[in-house]
């Protein structure tokens, strides 16, 4: 008899319905797998074979040919187990009656029968409802985060058993019950703006790049608080929307890293170390693609510290995903394309030494060393930095300032009001955020008044700044007048924006 | 270039020669150029090769074409326009190469220089400094980094600028520097005393500061570390009798110790190029008033009264929330009379 049982295969972000169809002949006992299996796919059968025996079924001693349909694309990872040996058995003629047709089964399975949970379940389940399937048998280990997908009838189980059980009609599985969504729920960051003492000029700088998605550069000497400031990022960006969770989870779920909660319901913070390759940043692998930590930081912030550390074509090849929100990246078993719209937050000391423009110290580096280490950071990606504030290390056992530090919330609300601002505006223009307007909409909304424009000439001549920090200014301008709640760029706002720059950074 | 017997003989007794500068000396005490040069195998020192005299004419023709074609020139103390008060200082160089506006040289000259490492507020008035005394002198500095390249960006629009070289002309130190001696080349005066290809060596710049001081009437020094080569330039200059001025610092500031060492010694304490002028008996031109709206005034005098001072501090004093300073502060940097010191700090200037 001829079984056929469905389940998928994970390409990128996206799952692809794969057949497991399974003829028991009369013959020599053999057991062969077809249809391009990779090798964690083809030792399933040792898998499948424990499996059935130690959940008390039979495993046929007769001549046992699997195909996995279609037979073209290459099937990876062990997620096939659980519809191999369902396949099986009813091919076998031990689940006489049940009705599996319509049914996509996914899972791994332990020797004793167990089933293990799998990577990358969010995105198949969405990919499988997509295509009309609307009936899932999954491991319980990856319940949580099937919870979030509303619609579908999703049985979660605990063993090989507890599945044929439920087949057969004589211990049925309860659905799971559709959760609601909760930003912030189980959220586990404990940074708050509130503990960042001083540093005005940073926090300010750190509220303008959350509401107009600008990215940020913080210089300053070590140990000043950047790392702490990066942190806050999160905690005043808008909440995510359930459409953003969902997304993010799929790509955190490919990549094996999700938390507990099933569903990502705060804005990722990710923050590879320096010596992070390429690939690590960008996504990639030899045969099955993973996300790189652009991806992970979909949504989020990447806080690349110490910059100038980091190896340079690593860096460079941030640029294109800066500007198209996405990463494609191609090997020679296809192409994956993973959703990479971050904010970059970057953080460098000032100078090899770290204490120039200190205090308290002494900087030791010449000018020439000084210009080296900048010079690491190609101009091409500093333009993609709108803000560069510094960090300082002033003494504040000196300032008898007692203000009260605001706390995220309150910056959160102004960045949601002017958030709101910037979609009202770009709405027919599909883009959200002032960063990401182009020439078209810098001419379209960003008019500078007369004065304004000699500020901004005056400026060019004054404090030498390069061409291209022009619509960087501008938009950033443009930012501070909607925290302004301001219709028009007005000089005070040009002048601020003025201020949020670095002039050896841009030499 | 026209170029007399003489100097074509002194050319080669002390540019071509393989003489020490102690011998050298010796040669021009023995005997007129002319005469070393003619009898060359009588004067040199035993054991210096010595080349037949058609050698030597055809070697002193050959090093006149190859300075000629790349737009060099020698002046020896012989030529009418070596200046005048370098023959006065002590050691003076005995040839100088130079490219560009070789009449600069008659000019009265005036020094400007500072160390590499220079406090934005001294790098700024360094430089108005250098753009208005470019007026009346010859602005004299090296290429240096900071306090020299402020001395440079001053005076260079005017182009009343000698830069004086640790390198041969063909050479340039620091190499960063490559196209800002190629703008002081055409429209300024590139100086050195050594021989085109030479490179810049250790010793070399210690012998250029006495050029920079011998040159000039005299010489302020906009910042100084307690052992820097800015130093020895001032000192150079107190040896030959120039007068040297410098800009007052922080007590303790390391890029300033240099600077109130001096002014202890008994240098001009200059603030503006007006105090210059008063030494020499000139009348600089009037400052121009900047117009200032009501805030920018305030926090002017604010950022008067500190000297220089943090942004926290500034907001304490005045009132504006940090982000409305830095904005107005900005407006100030642009009018030119603040300017920002690194690490959110400002001072006026």
């Known amino acids: 008899m001829i079984a056929k049982i469905v389940c998928y295969a994970l390409n990128g972000l996206e799952g692809v319905p794969v057949e497991v169809e399974t003829d028991v002949n009369k013959g020599m006992p053999s057991y062969d797998m077809v249809g391009l299996p990779d090798t964690a796919v083809k030792e399933s059968k040792e898998r499948v074979r424990s499996a059935l025996k130690n959940s008390g079924m039979l495993f046929p001693m007769n001549r046992i040919t699997i195909n996995f349909a279609p037979a073209d694309i290459k099937k990876e990872g062990a997620s096939f187990d659980l519809a191999v040996a369902i396949s099986l058995l009813k091919a076998s003629e031990q689940l006489l009656g049940a009705q599996v047709g319509d049914t996509v089964f996914l899972g791994e399975l332990a020797l004793n029968g167990d089933l293990r949970p799998i990577a990358g379940l969010l995105p198949i389940l969405i990919s499988a409802k997509g295509h009309g399937f609307t009936r899932f048998i999954i491991p319980e ?11 579908a009838e999703i049985y979660p189980a605990k063993t090989l058993g507890d599945v044929v059980r439920h087949l057969i009609g004589t211990d049925p599985i309860l659905p799971l019950e559709t959760a609601e969504y909760i930003p912030h729920a189980g959220a586990h960051s404990s940074a708050d703006l509130k503990f960042i003492k001083g540093q005005p000029m940073a926090r300010r700088a750190l509220e303008i790049a959350v509401a107009g998605g600008h990215n940020l550069l913080m210089v300053g000497p070590p140990g000043t608080g950047k790392t702490m400031l990066a942190r806050c990022l999160p905690t005043v960006m808008p909440d995510l929307a359930f459409d953003e969770a969902l997304e993010i989870t799929k790509i955190h779920s490919v990549a094996g890293v999700l938390g507990e909660e099933g569903i990502v319901t705060e804005r990722p913070f990710r923050t590879p170390h320096h010596t992070a390759t390429t690939v690590s940043m960008c996504g990639g692998g030899n045969k099955v693609v993973h996300p790189g930590e652009i991806s992970l930081a979909h949504g989020g912030v990447l806080f690349l510290d110490e910059l100038p550390e980091y190896k340079r074509s690593t860096l460079e090849a941030l640029r294109q995903p800066l500007e198209d929100g996405k990463i494609t990246v191609s090997r020679a078993g296809g192409t994956f394309t993973f959703p990479a719209r971050f904010m970059l937050c970057a953080s460098m000391n000032p100078c090899p030494c770290g204490n120039y423009g200190s205090t308290e110290r002494t900087c030791t580096c010449t000018p020439a060393e000084i210009r080296r280490y900048r010079k690491r950071i190609s101009g091409p990606l500093l333009d993609r930095i709108d803000l560069q504030v510094e960090v300082d290390d002033i003494d504040y056992d000196e300032l008898t300032s007692k203000a009260e530090n605001e706390d995220s919330a309150a910056v959160k609300e102004r960045v949601d009001r002017a958030r709101r601002i910037q979609r009202n505006r770009f709405e027919a223009f599909g883009i959200n955020t002032n960063a990401e307007m182009g020439e078209r909409e810098l001419t379209e909304f960003c008019t500078l008044s007369r004065k304004s424009d000699e500020i901004l000439r005056g400026a060019f001549e004054r404090l030498h700044l390069s061409a291209r920090a022009r619509s960087r200014i501008i938009k950033v301008a443009r930012t501070i007048a909607d925290l302004d709640s301001s219709e028009e760029i007005l000089e005070r706002h040009v002048f601020e924006a003025v201020s949020y720059r670095i002039s050896e950074m841009n030499g | 270039m026209k170029v007399t017997e003489d100097e074509r003989a002194y050319l080669w007794v002390c540019a071509l020669s393989e003489t020490e500068p102690k011998e050298k000396l010796a040669l021009l005490r023995a005997a007129s150029p002319l005469d070393v040069f003619r009898h060359a195998e009588k004067y040199l020192p035993a054991g210096a090769p010595c080349a037949p005299l058609s050698e030597r004419e055809k070697g002193v023709d050959a090093f006149l074409l190859s300075l000629e074609k790349k737009g060099y020139f020698a002046v020896t103390p012989l030529s009418d326009d070596y200046p005048e008060p370098l023959k006065n200082s002590s050691s003076p160089p005995f040839v100088l190469y130079g490219a560009g506006r070789r009449e600069l040289l008659r000019a009265r000259k005036f020094c400007i220089v500072g160390s590499r490492v220079t406090p934005p507020w001294a790098e700024k008035l360094g430089r108005s400094i ?23 960006a001053g005076a260079l629009p005017s182009g009343n600028l000698i830069a004086v070289l640790p390198c041969g002309l063909d050479e340039c130190y620091p190499a960063a520097h490559i196209s800002l001696k190629n703008n002081i080349k055409s429209s300024g005066l590139l100086l050195t005393e050594l021989r085109p290809e030479e490179p810049a060596r250790k010793y070399s710049f210690h012998a250029r500061n006495r050029i920079l001081a011998g040159l000039s009437e005299g010489v302020l020094v906009i910042s100084a570390g307690i052992r820097s080569g800015t130093l020895i330039t001032a000192n150079c200059a107190l040896d030959c009798g120039r007068d040297v001025f410098a800009f007052p610092h922080n007590v303790g500031s390391a890029y300033g110790v240099g600077c109130n060492e001096l002014l202890k010694r008994g240098a001009f304490v200059v603030t503006g190029a007006e105090d210059i002028f008063a030494v020499y008996g000139m009348t600089g031109r009037k400052r121009q008033e900047v117009e200032l709206t009501p805030e920018e005034a305030r926090v002017l005098s604010a950022l008067r009264d500190r000297g220089e001072a943090h942004l926290t501090l500034l907001s304490e004093d005045t009132g504006f929330a940090v ?5 107005i502060l900005s ?7 603040a300017v920002r010191s690194g690490g959110n700090k400002y001072s006026a200037v």
Request: glycine share 18%; charged share 25%; proline share 0%.
């Open chain 1, 141 to 151: 280990g990856n319940a949580q985060e099937a919870r979030y997908l509303g619609g």
């Open chain 2, 130 to 152: 250098a753009e208005e005394l470019s007026e009346r002198f010859a602005i004299v500095t090296g290429l240096a980094e900071g306090g020299d390249s402020a001395a440079i």
């Open chain 2, 323 to 327: 982000f409305e300073l830095s904005a």
């Open chain 2, 331 to 337: 407006g100030l940097e642009i009018k030119g009379v």
